[in-house]
């Protein structure tokens, strides 16, 4: 689950323990194409003027994913 208080934060509980991972930026389920596009869109010009950059996606099938990174 998304920390409401904090945009990269995610807390994920695995066989009754608390795990929480920090990330620039995490998208909930509300969260639009338009919205991640904007998020990522600098990263994606880096890459084309040639630095390094990684867009983690996961998530389950069939949710968007590969669309939402296409479009």
Do not use: W
């Amino acid at each position: 689950m998304l920390d409401p208080d904090d945009e990269g934060l995610v807390k994920v509980k695995n066989k009754g323990r608390l795990h929480q991972f920090v990330l620039d930026r995490a998208f909930g389920l509300d969260s639009t194409q338009s919205e991640v596009f904007q998020e990522v869109s600098a990263l994606v010009r880096s890459t084309l003027d040639g630095f390094n950059a990684c867009i983690f996606a996961y998530g389950q099938t069939g949710s968007g994913k590969t669309y939402t990174m296409e479009d």
